[in-house]
């Protein structure tokens, strides 16, 4: 690619988008809203992009780094313990105190509480200083688990179980994280880590415009329904905006023990990030539309809230005096 100077132009471009990534998000999202009637057909095309993140982002894993990740149960069991228990009681208990119980939005939130690991976490994490192949092994092993955890979870607070298809939701994240993982560690392996380096000119940049035009095709997708729901969103923008807000503060205060910044960071991102979509899907399909307004909500404030813990994360190991550098 044409360079600028010593540097790239993909690597100019990458660095520029990650220092700007807090006006990158939001903007995207708008333009989602926007122009949903052009872009609700790409919904297809998530699938594909999340993958080729995730190879992106598992190029500078090498498979010792991955038996490193699994080497730390500890970090993986509090991280799962947060996410599917800690934080669909804290979901449940919130919403029976703000909507009374029987309340559809109180399902909708233990939705958003209990649903897998974000993707996008990764890209985060990564951004931050994080431990990738660690918040990989997270989400490769919580998908797996996640599709018998969230009818137990929903039966034991709802008393009604649901039922949905295992094995299509399974294959899906197969498609998204397992498959595309392996390759980029089986590539990293095979270049003898020198892939990502090689690849970043050009990696690097469409890997960060694949991301935006996930969050913009799924901003147009939700557009719809947000537009019916305007008279709700007033009431719950706010409870949805304080209840991310706790998912992060929980994987952070969860998390200081270990006190290694990168598994805090991971820990922090994994905890507060979830997979919006699949959360809609099961809204929509197997409870009354209102239980899906917290989840719809979700999506519109995840990555804004993740762009913000990205600049506190920053800031707060620049003060500790991190001899890691996280990016700016």
């Known amino acids: ?39 609700a ?10 993958a080729y993140l995730t190879f992106v982002m598992a190029l500078g894993c090498s498979p010792r780094q991955v038996r490193d990740a699994l080497s730390m149960p500890a970090a993986i069991v509090v991280t799962l313990v947060l996410v599917h228990a800690v934080a669909p009681l804290a979901a449940y208990a919130a919403g029976t105190l703000l909507f009374g119980p029987g309340s559809p939005y109180i ?14 976490s990764v890209i985060w ?64 392996h095979w ?39 305007k008279g709700e969103l007033i009431k719950l923008v ?8 706790f998912c992060y503060a929980l994987g952070w205060f969860g998390s200081v023990s270990f006190r290694s910044r990168e598994t805090i960071v991971t820990i922090t991102y994994s905890s507060g990030m979830r997979n919006i979509s699949l959360g809609i899907i099961i809204a929509l399909q197997y409870f009354e539309p209102a239980a899906a307004v917290p989840v719809v909500i979700g999506i519109l404030i995840q990555q804004p809230m993740a762009t913000l813990q990205h600049r506190l994360q920053k800031l707060y190991w620049q003060k500790r005096g991190s001899q890691v550098t996280i990016p700016k």
Do not use: C
């Open 1 to 39: 690619m044409e360079t600028i100077g010593r540097k790239p132009f993909g690597i100019r471009f990458n660095e520029w988008f990650e220092a700007n990534m807090y006006i990158m998000i939001p903007v995207s999202m708008i333009l989602g809203f926007f122009f949903y009637r052009f872009l």
């Open 41 to 50: 057909g790409g919904t297809a095309l998530v699938p594909y992009l999340f």
């Open 107 to 120: 399902v909708g939130l233990v939705l958003f509480a209990v649903i897998p690991l974000g993707v996008s």
């Open 125 to 188: 994490v990564g951004l931050s200083g994080g431990n990738v192949p660690l918040v990989l092994a997270l989400i490769v092993l919580d998908s797996l688990i996640s599709p018998f955890v969230v009818p137990l979870v929903i039966d034991l607070l709802f008393g009604a179980g649901i039922q949905f298809d295992h094995w299509l939701v399974m294959r899906d994240l197969l498609i998204i994280i397992f498959v595309p993982t392996l390759l980029g560690v089986a590539v990293n």
């Open 191 to 229: 270049s003898r880590g020198r892939a990502k380096a090689w690849s970043a000119p050009v990696a690097a940049p469409t890997s960060k415009l694949a991301f935006t035009a996930v969050i913009v095709i799924n901003a147009a997708a939700i557009a719809p329904h947000a537009l019916q729901m």
């Open 238 to 245: 706010p409870v949805v905006l304080v209840f991310v807000a």
